[in-house]
């Protein structure tokens, strides 16, 4: 089971200040869906909305044919994983206990999976929650988030404090477990470069906006590197959409933000120019770049 | 589709089951406490009030501080698996009830076993102001005043820790000093609160303005969740 989400013109305000500014866009059911943005672009306000943890100011928000907030089927339905190292200080029961607990909460959650996650993730069953070291309180969460099975989870920043190998080890369950029992994951990330692989559609904010929103893939085929001599790269780029360049010596390096057309692509190889692939990151960085930066 | 876990009885029976493990911890205290008072204080040439009497005023207390701390240790939690605002609401109104009723019942129980016990341990113990041991409609009299009076004194810190959590310090305190007229208003209404220096009313005044009062606080506290937004 997993649910659809259809936003429209959503507005958050804080005392003056628009945290999400009209914000619309659909994320399919039964996807992990990235949401990319920087420090401050609104997506924890954005993640907070759709889990009913705050009323949006304007617009409309419909989770599977429903307004989410106040409504108990898909609240109950929804999970919501943030960083919560400081919460967790006050959290005096065992591991196992917690994790028994939550079955009680939430109908899909499968208590076999999660013991079997705590194995994965080595953590102490017998330890109190606010005695785990800060990657272990991240994994706890990241089980209950996967283990709860929710038609709609949400991870927000959810691998603060885990290593890389217990990333990639979450990374891997969001996946597999994806895989057997689709849902509707949305994952929110720095970590771009390492998380990219996960996606199946993008949706990057910027400054309480979407920027854009598409599958991986065509994400990925928009952005590409042409790298050439100055003059040639300078007449070649001219009415194409750059987003950053580099000039050394006498080659210069672009990033542009586009389709080539095949006459483009053409054009380019005679003129000895190197079209190369951007990754996720490399775009998630250009385009979120600031003017004075 | 499934049903609804977090209903408002299944979270009433969640917070109660909690709650009264506190309650049970605060009493037992106050029991301990009144047991060493009750030996030195009382002998055959001098007698000590009785346990409701000794107690009343730190129950409601006790009351106003568990009520305070719903916010902060409950809501926050069911939110987080998934309960909706309005459940959570008649879940806290039905455990807050019950947890009024019991810690009147476990309190008055206790005062007459200690009066039925005193005679074999040579206390001398009788009831001051509160005197529930004289006929059966004085009891019920009593036992009603201090149950309201216990769940008046929740409902208003619940409000109290509705308002920090919902609008910050500022309204916060304001709140405080709202919550010190209410208790005034509540010892004008039960006469037997330690809040009470005033004249009291007549009872077929002062028993529908007791539910008045209920109402109102039950309607503030709901205006104060209906919408707030889940800080993280």
Redesign the interface.
């Known amino acids: 089971m997993s649910y659809a989400i259809e936003a429209k013109e959503v507005s958050v305000q804080y005392k003056g200040f628009t945290a999400i500014d009209q914000v619309s866009f659909q994320l399919q059911a039964g996807k992990i869906h990235g949401l990319l943005g920087r420090n401050g672009a609104g997506k924890t306000t954005l993640l907070s909305v759709l889990s009913a943890f705050r009323k949006a100011d304007a617009g409309s928000l419909i989770i599977d044919g429903e307004n989410p907030f106040e409504n108990p089927r898909i609240m109950q339905d929804t999970v919501f994983i943030f960083d919560q190292q400081k919460d967790l200080e006050y959290t005096y029961d065992k591991v196992d206990e917690m994790l028994k607990e939550m079955a009680y909460f939430r109908p899909n959650f499968d208590e076999a999976y999660a013991f079997e996650l705590v194995k994965k993730f080595k953590l102490p069953l017998n330890k109190k929650v606010n005695q785990l070291s800060k990657g272990k309180k991240s994994a706890f969460q990241a089980i209950i988030g996967l283990a709860s099975r929710a038609p709609l989870t949400i991870f927000d920043e959810a691998y603060v404090g885990m290593d890389a190998p217990t990333r990639e080890i979450f990374y891997k369950e969001i996946l597999n477990d994806q895989e057997v029992y689709p849902r509707t994951i949305i994952f929110s990330t720095h970590l771009v470069s390492e998380a990219d692989y996960l996606f199946d559609e993008v949706l990057m904010i910027h400054n309480g906006k979407v920027l854009l929103q598409d599958t991986n893939e065509q994400v990925i085929s928009k952005g590409f590197s042409l790298t050439g001599s100055l003059e040639q790269i300078d007449a070649f780029s001219k009415d194409l959409d750059v987003l950053n360049s580099q000039v050394l010596g006498g080659t210069k390096s672009v990033t542009v933000y586009g389709e080539l057309s095949e006459k483009q692509r053409n054009a380019a190889n005679q003129a000895g120019i190197e079209i190369g692939v951007l990754s996720l990151h490399d775009l998630f960085v250009h385009l979120t770049k600031e003017e004075d930066e | 589709?499934?049903s609804?876990?977090?209903?408002p009885k299944k979270i009433a029976r969640l917070l109660f089951m909690e709650q009264v493990k506190w309650t049970m911890w605060f009493l037992s205290f106050m029991f301990v406490i009144y047991i060493v008072v009750v030996s030195f204080a009382s002998g055959p040439h001098s007698s000590f009030i009785d346990l409701t009497n000794f107690s009343n005023g730190s129950s409601g207390i006790y009351m106003l501080v568990i009520g305070i701390l719903t916010t902060s240790s409950f809501f926050?939690y069911y939110?987080?698996?998934?309960?909706?605002?309005?459940?959570f609401f008649l879940g806290t109104i039905i455990s807050s009830v019950l947890i009024a009723i019991t810690i009147t019942v476990i309190l008055i129980l206790l005062t007459f076993i200690l009066q039925f016990i005193s005679g074999w341990v040579g206390w001398n113990i009788h009831g001051q102001e509160v005197d529930f041991t004289s006929s059966f409609s004085a009891f019920i009299y009593i036992f009603v005043k201090l149950a309201l009076m216990h769940l008046i004194y929740f409902l208003i810190g619940w409000m109290i820790g509705l308002t920090f959590y919902r609008l910050g310090w500022l309204y916060g305190l304001l709140s405080i000093a709202c919550s010190i007229i209410l208790l005034t208003i509540t010892g004008i209404l039960i006469d037997i609160t330690h809040f009470s220096f005033f004249t009291s009313l007549p009872a077929f005044i002062a028993t529908p303005l007791t539910i008045v009062l209920i109402v109102l606080l039950f309607g503030v506290n709901y205006r104060l969740i209906?919408?707030v937004?889940?800080k993280?």
Request: aromatic share 4%; no cysteine.
């Open positions: 589709m499934s609804i876990i977090l209903s926050y939110m987080q698996q998934g309960a909706a605002r309005k459940n209906k919408d937004t889940v993280i």
